[in-house]
């Protein structure tokens, strides 16, 4: 898996961001970043990375926390073990993708923008902490970009459709209505077993369909939780001492991993990881599909036809990055990619938390 970025961590008042930003992040959580941001793009685009492909015009099928009423999950629930004084602090955030519409006149395409919820801090013994989840609709308009396929055709639909986009490109999202409630109950003198519920409550049309549910969907949603002061438990491989009251501890849609190597952070994904997760430094960035290997995936990018990479040029921009970071791979950035081999020792002797790597 690769990629870039999650931040947690940090006073804040709650509420949504747009991106992230890296402030007062210490370099210890760049690893749990990039772990996490691999997390929010795995299944984002796949292989042949074309829009027209079926896998492609039936995306966003990891991580989804659904409007209520349409039928799936709407709440996701994470709750792990931290060791830790009483008055400590957890700090929660939530991040997911959020659907946008492409219009322009390379034709209709999806995409998606990151989100990002900071909890206020918890603090261990007091009461819950909650954040709002409040995006307006919205849409917004680009400049001319790089389009090859399809541009009379797409054109023609625009004018039926009634835009009038020039060479630009028309960008529209619906609105997000949420929450997230983070609580903590004390199980002794210095453990706590946190609770994180997410929860989607932005209003569906009865009847809707796909494209208008994942509108309103928190798409690749996945939580991060750190506790300067404390030590998660594994909830893998917990120690014997506190593995009843690990089994106690509910997930639905989500599973915590111990993430980072001071047991200070936990990644709770909608996708089943080890214990300390690691990125591959071999490779040279995303793919979205971290279950692929990066020397096949590439191999089979620089052997697309020219109408295909027309059409991967014409649709997301993520695509289009993927296509000229392959196309310009050295002999040696290649090679690197063929495999290698590491070594898996056993954990530190009385070490907290489970096993580790």
């Given at each position: 898996?690769?990629?870039?970025?999650?931040?947690?961590?940090?006073?804040?008042?709650?509420?949504?961001?747009?991106?992230?930003d890296?402030?007062?992040?210490?370099?210890?959580m760049?690893?749990?970043?990039?772990?996490?941001?691999?997390?929010?793009?795995?299944?984002?685009?796949?292989?042949?990375?074309?829009?027209?492909?079926?896998?492609?015009?039936?995306?966003?099928?990891?991580?989804?926390?659904?409007p209520?009423?349409c039928?799936?999950?709407?709440?996701?629930?994470?709750?792990?073990?931290?060791?830790a004084?009483?008055?400590?602090?957890?700090?929660?955030?939530?991040?997911?993708?959020?659907?946008?519409?492409?219009?322009?006149?390379?034709?209709?395409g999806?995409?998606?923008?990151?989100?990002?919820?900071?909890?206020?801090?918890?603090?261990?013994?007091?009461?819950?902490?909650?954040?709002?989840?409040?995006?307006?609709?919205?849409?917004?308009?680009?400049?001319?970009?790089d389009?090859?396929?399809?541009?009379?055709?797409?054109?023609?639909?625009?004018?039926?459709?009634?835009?009038?986009?020039?060479?630009g490109?028309?960008?529209?999202?619906?609105?997000l209505r949420?929450?997230?409630?983070?609580?903590?109950e004390?199980?002794?003198?210095?453990?706590?077993?946190?609770?994180?519920e997410v929860?989607?409550?932005?209003?569906?049309?009865?009847?809707g369909?796909?494209?208008?549910?994942?509108?309103?969907?928190?798409?690749?949603?996945?939580?991060?939780l750190h506790?300067?002061?404390?030590?998660?438990?594994?909830?893998?491989?917990?120690?014997?001492?506190l593995?009843e009251?690990?089994?106690?501890?509910?997930?639905?849609?989500?599973?915590?991993v111990?993430?980072?190597?001071?047991?200070?952070?936990?990644l709770?994904?909608?996708?089943?990881?080890?214990?300390q997760?690691?990125?591959?430094?071999?490779?040279p960035g995303?793919?979205?599909?971290a279950?692929?290997?990066?020397?096949?995936l590439?191999?089979c990018?620089?052997?697309?036809s020219?109408?295909?990479?027309?059409e991967?040029?014409?649709?997301?921009?993520?695509?289009?990055?993927?296509?000229?970071r392959c196309?310009?791979?050295?002999?040696?950035?290649l090679?690197?990619?063929?495999?290698?081999?590491?070594?898996?020792?056993?954990?530190?002797?009385?070490?907290?938390?489970?096993?580790?790597?």
């Amino acid at each position: 898996m690769t990629a870039e970025g999650v931040t947690a961590g940090g006073p804040e008042s709650g509420g949504v961001r747009a991106g992230m930003d890296g402030g007062g992040a210490d370099g210890g959580m760049e690893h749990v970043r990039r772990i996490a941001r691999a997390v929010l793009y795995e299944g984002y685009l796949l292989w042949p990375y074309r829009e027209s492909s079926l896998k492609n015009r039936h995306r966003w099928t990891i991580g989804g926390v659904h409007p209520e009423g349409c039928g799936d999950r709407s709440r996701i629930r994470t709750e792990c073990l931290v060791e830790a004084d009483p008055g400590a602090t957890v700090a929660v955030s939530v991040r997911f993708l959020h659907v946008v519409a492409r219009i322009g006149a390379s034709g209709r395409g999806e995409e998606a923008r990151e989100r990002e919820v900071r909890v206020p801090e918890l603090t261990l013994g007091g009461g819950p902490a909650l954040a709002r989840i409040d995006i307006a609709a919205g849409e917004e308009r680009a400049e001319a970009e790089d389009r090859e396929a399809g541009q009379e055709r797409a054109k023609a639909e625009d004018r039926e459709a009634g835009l009038e986009l020039g060479a630009g490109v028309l960008r529209r999202w619906e609105a997000l209505r949420g929450h997230v409630e983070v609580r903590a109950e004390r199980l002794g003198p210095r453990l706590f077993r946190v609770t994180a519920e997410v929860v989607n409550t932005t209003p569906w049309p009865p009847g809707g369909t796909r494209e208008e549910t994942m509108a309103r969907t928190l798409v690749s949603a996945h939580v991060v939780l750190h506790a300067p002061d404390g030590r998660f438990v594994s909830q893998t491989d917990p120690p014997p001492d506190l593995r009843e009251h690990a089994g106690t501890c509910r997930n639905d849609g989500l599973w915590p991993v111990l993430a980072g190597e001071d047991l200070r952070t936990v990644l709770s994904a909608p996708i089943i990881l080890y214990d300390q997760p690691q990125i591959a430094p071999e490779s040279p960035g995303d793919l979205f599909d971290a279950t692929e290997i990066d020397q096949l995936l590439t191999l089979c990018v620089l052997a697309l036809s020219d109408g295909e990479r027309e059409e991967i040029r014409a649709g997301d921009p993520r695509a289009r990055e993927i296509l000229d970071r392959c196309a310009a791979l050295t002999q040696e950035e290649l090679m690197r990619l063929s495999g290698t081999w590491r070594g898996r020792g056993p954990a530190a002797a009385g070490e907290r938390g489970g096993t580790h790597g």
